[in-house]
């Protein structure tokens, strides 16, 4: 089992930077694939990006290509999102999850979640 705690979120101005962490227990951390989705008001959970168990794959959902950068350091149990340029829109409760597989952007194939943290961007 894997337990996800993330950190790191906050209230940003438009233009600013953010870098997201999401800190794994349990020894198997690097056995998954993992990614972060986002949920904003009303909205479905939506998936951003995940990385394969060594981090040598990425994907991105399209709005957010070049502007995030998803990582992991499996010596530290880590998970990392590194945002740049954030936008009104990137507003939301950003969450880690662990997947025994990489590559899906469906939150079905997560099979375990971080409580979340709280991403605002201010126009």
Request: net charge neutral; hydrophobic share 30%; charged share 20%.
């Amino acid at each position: 089992q894997v337990q996800l705690v993330e950190s790191g979120g906050g209230l940003v101005q438009a233009g600013d930077s953010l870098r997201l962490s999401c800190a794994a227990s349990g020894r198997t951390f690097s056995r998954y694939a993992m990614g972060w989705f986002r949920q904003a008001p009303g909205k479905e959970r939506e998936f951003v990006a995940d990385v394969t168990w060594t981090g040598d794959m990425t994907s991105y959902q399209d709005s957010v290509k070049g502007r995030f950068t998803i990582s992991r350091d499996n010596a530290k149990n880590t998970l990392y999102l590194q945002m740049d340029s954030l936008r009104p829109e990137d507003t939301a409760v950003y969450y880690c999850a662990a997947s025994r597989q990489y590559g899906s952007p469906w939150t079905r194939d997560y099979d375990y979640w971080g409580q979340g943290t709280q991403v605002t961007v201010s126009s």
